[in-house]
C-alpha cells in the first residue's frame, strides 16, 4: 500500500465547477504540501500545511491531522487550472524527506 | 524572486555516455535534491545532500552519483547512460530545519 494516496487519478470538470481533490496518508508527518506541475513544465509548491485550512486566491487546502487526510480545493475552475496536482507529505523527524502521491491529473474544459 | 535553475530543460544522449545534470540554487539552502519523475510511479528520490560535500543514497541511487563541491550546485551523473533512465529529473531545495521545498522547472532526458 502506498504512504500517499491521491484520489481521483484523471479529473474532467467544466469551466466554473468547483473541484476538489484528495490526498490520504498513512504516516506521521511534519508537514503536507500541496504542488502544481504543468505540462512539460517544473513543480511550483500551492501549499504547505501542518494544520487547519490555507486559501490562497481560488485555492483552499484543508488538513485534518487526526483523519491524516487532506483536500485541495479549487473554486471557479479555469481551463488554466489544468494541472497535475501532486499531494507530498514530509515524514517526521529532521532527516524527513518528502513522500509523494502519484498525482491528479486535471482537465478544465472551457 | 527564489529559484532553483536546472542548465537544461530537454536532453538527449546515447547510451553509455556520461551524462552530468546540473542544479543551481541562489537562497543559500542547506538541503538539496534529485528526483525522477515517471509515469504512474510519481517522484521517486534518488540522491540528496544535507551539505557541502555530503550525500545520501536516496530509494533509487543504482546507476547514478552525486557530487556536491559547492553549497548552491548540486550535480546528478548517470556514469553510463542507458535507455532506463529516460525520464524526467527534478532538482529541489530546502533550507535546513523548515518544511519549504523549492523546486526546479526539471529536466527531461532521453537516452537513445
Known amino acids: 500500500k502506498n504512504e500517499v494516496e491521491q484520489s481521483p487519478q484523471n479529473l474532467t470538470a467544466q469551466e466554473g465547477e468547483f473541484i476538489t481533490i484528495n490526498c490520504s496518508y498513512s504516516?506521521?508527518?511534519?508537514?503536507l504540501h500541496w504542488l502544481q506541475q504543468h505540462p512539460g513544465g517544473g513543480i511550483v509548491s500551492l501549499f504547505m500545511l501542518s494544520s487547519g485550512k490555507k486559501k490562497h486566491g481560488r485555492l483552499i487546502a484543508t488538513i485534518n491531522i487526526q483523519e491524516k487526510h487532506s483536500s485541495l480545493h479549487i473554486t471557479a475552475s479555469h481551463p488554466r487550472d489544468s494541472a497535475v496536482y501532486i499531494c507530498?507529505?514530509?515524514?517526521?523527524?529532521?532527516?524527513?524527506?518528502?513522500?509523494f502521491g502519484k498525482g491528479t491529473k486535471l482537465s478544465v474544459k472551457p | 524572486d527564489v529559484k532553483v535553475t536546472q542548465s537544461s530543460r530537454y536532453l538527449v544522449k546515447r547510451t553509455g555516455e556520461k551524462v552530468f545534470l546540473e542544479c543551481v540554487q541562489d537562497?543559500?539552502?542547506?538541503?538539496m535534491f534529485w528526483y525522477r519523475q515517471d509515469p504512474g510511479l510519481g517522484l521517486r528520490l534518488i540522491y540528496f545532500s544535507y551539505d557541502v560535500k555530503m550525500k545520501e543514497k536516496g530509494d533509487i541511487p543504482e546507476g547514478y552519483s552525486v557530487s556536491r563541491e559547492k553549497k548552491e550546485r548540486f550535480s546528478l551523473i548517470l556514469e553510463s547512460a542507458s535507455t532506463n533512465q529516460t525520464s524526467m529529473y527534478l532538482c529541489?531545495?530546502?533550507?535546513?530545519?523548515?518544511?519549504?521545498?523549492?523546486f526546479g522547472s526539471g529536466t527531461r532526458l532521453t537516452v537513445v
Open positions: 507530498a507529505v514530509r515524514s517526521g523527524g529532521s532527516q524527513g524527506n518528502l513522500i
Open positions: 504516516v506521521g508527518i511534519s508537514a
Open positions: 529541489a531545495s530546502r533550507e535546513q530545519g523548515t518544511d519549504g521545498y523549492t
Open positions: 537562497m543559500d539552502h542547506e538541503n
